[in-house]
């Protein structure tokens, strides 16, 4: 399954575009300060800590958006997925338009099965013009687009994606995949090659480039995929796939 990218690291702690009162500019500047704080115990892995630290935010200032969306990535990343899709929810209450606000709430539709509802909320983050990463929200909008088999719209979103970025690693894998799937055997060993130059190598990548070679004819090409992928990731689905494949 392909990944969606939330944003994280990148997230600006910042005050929304409403500027609060000057009688709650304290409240405002105590929220900010927690959320910072609760982003960089995440970066650590210290949720217990980050979630207080966020909750604290949140109760400082309760429209300080920031603060919700890394309450829900937060909630997410413990499993909490009902309480993550209401904190993504209050963010976009109180920030409507704001570009990482949109892509993260799209990107959680998209991982709980509503891929479908996703996409305005991707397009909402492109037509943000503060927003720094369009080629993200594409990015994800294509590989939301992917895995509920609309082919034509996935590629679409990721060729945008593409113009944005044309070193993003999160639009050449799944062109690749595309390409294959659509029997364009040289445009998907062309994608996946551009994929390698830029992205870690993964279980996906390495038995998408064993079947692609397959398909070309390269046996050689074929054989080290298949053994990059049986050494790094000997006990994974697509090792087991592609061994049997081999009648191994």
């Known amino acids: 399954m392909l990944k969606l990218v939330l944003l994280i690291a990148t997230l600006m702690i910042v005050a929304c575009e409403s500027t609060p009162k000057k009688s709650d500019a304290s409240k405002r ?8 704080l609760g982003r960089n115990y995440m970066d650590r892995g210290q949720y217990e800590i ?53 892509n993260n709430y799209g990107a959680y539709l998209c991982a709980t099965g509503k891929g479908n ?5 991707f397009l909402a983050a492109v037509d943000d013009p503060f927003y720094t990463t369009p080629g993200l929200a594409l990015s994800n909008a294509g590989s939301c687009a992917l895995e509920r ?16 970025d044309s070193k993003l690693a999160g639009s050449l894998l ?22 390698e130059a830029v992205g870690a190598m993964n279980e996906e ?6 079947d692609i070679e397959k398909e070309l004819g390269d046996e050689q090409a074929a054989s080290r995929y298949r ?11 697509q090792a087991g796939r592609v061994a049997g494949q081999d009648g191994r």
């Open 117 to 121: 509802e996703a996409d305005k909320y």
């Open 29 to 36: 500047k105590a929220a900010e300060t927690n959320t910072s």
């Open 174 to 195: 799944p062109m690749a995949r595309i390409s294959y799937q659509q029997g364009s055997y040289l445009r998907a060993r062309a994608f996946l090659q551009r994929y």
């Open 149 to 164: 088999g609309d082919l034509d719209k996935a590629e679409t979103f990721l060729r945008q994606s593409l113009d944005y």
């Open 227 to 237: 053994q990059s992928l049986m050494e790094r990731y000997p006990g994974s689905t």
């Open 50 to 102: 980050a979630l207080e630290k966020l909750k604290r935010a949140v109760a400082n200032d309760k429209t300080y958006a920031p603060a919700h969306t890394l309450l829900g990535v937060l909630y997410e990343t413990i499993g909490e997925t009902e309480l993550a899709g209401k904190e993504y929810k209050l963010a976009l209450q109180y920030d409507p338009t704001d570009g990482d606000v949109n």
């Open 205 to 210: 990548s390495l038995a998408l480039g064993y």
